[in-house]
């Protein structure tokens, strides 16, 4: 069984600054993936980035980077510049090898101020 | 390429009476995954399905909880007698052989 644990329920950051957003797991998988979605007021789930258990180096997708500390079993989400429509909840959510059911954490809701 | 669609995007129904969501995963994708979202909280995975097969239903309630993936037409979740603690967002989420799962807008349930 794999667990969760994203210990921010809520963040702010200024308007440009980078935010760091926390999620540990627990997987006795020997292979998985981390994948991070974007959930705005709106409420539909978008997905951001993905970075695979074997992967050698950290993932980026533009503004967005995950800091995977494979050994401590985290997958922080970093992103920089921040914007105001970064406003949202963020998901962080393993998944096992091979289309299994992901697995998400409580969120945390980041605000970004002016 | 349009995304997952999922109608309708809400539904309203009276306790006793049946809800029935609907997922069209995108082109191409044969494996559909349905999660449900209470307020406040992530997303709990329910039933994972390929074209007329139920690989996973560990999440599904036991009772009045159906789904199915035909070998045409949309993914139907299916609930019987609904009641209050049903309402919830429920997501429909579809990929391709690999693992990204890319989900549809929801549909939210309110039952009075």
């Known amino acids: 069984a794999q667990k969760i644990t994203q210990t921010q329920p809520g963040m702010f950051v200024q308007e440009k600054e980078a935010v760091t957003l926390d999620c540990t797991y627990d997987?006795?998988?020997?292979?998985?993936?981390l994948f991070w979605y974007k959930q705005p007021s709106s409420g539909e789930m978008i997905f951001l980035i993905y970075q695979g258990s074997y992967d050698q180096q950290n993932a980026t997708e533009g503004r967005y980077s995950l800091n995977f500390q494979k050994a401590r079993k985290s997958a922080n989400l970093v992103i920089s510049a921040s914007q105001l429509g970064d406003s949202a909840m963020y998901f962080c959510a393993p998944g096992g090898g091979g289309n299994t059911p992901l697995v998400f954490g409580k969120g945390t809701r980041l605000s970004v101020i002016a | 390429n349009a995304g997952v669609m999922q109608n309708p995007r809400h539904l309203v129904r009276r306790r006793g009476q049946e809800a029935r969501l609907r997922c069209s995963p995108m082109k191409g994708h044969s494996h559909v995954y349905w999660y449900r979202q209470l307020p406040e909280e992530g997303l709990k995975f329910m039933v994972y399905l390929q074209k007329e097969n139920i690989i996973d239903e560990s999440g599904m309630p036991k009772e009045r909880f159906s789904a199915e993936f035909p070998k045409e037409g949309p993914s139907i979740l299916r609930i019987q007698q609904v009641v209050r603690g049903d309402s919830a967002a429920y997501f429909c989420?579809?990929?391709?052989?690999?693992?990204?799962?890319?989900f549809g807008p929801g549909t939210r349930l309110l039952v009075l």
């Open positions: 989420a579809s990929s391709p052989t690999v693992e990204t799962q890319y």
């Open positions: 997987t006795s998988d020997p292979s998985y993936g």
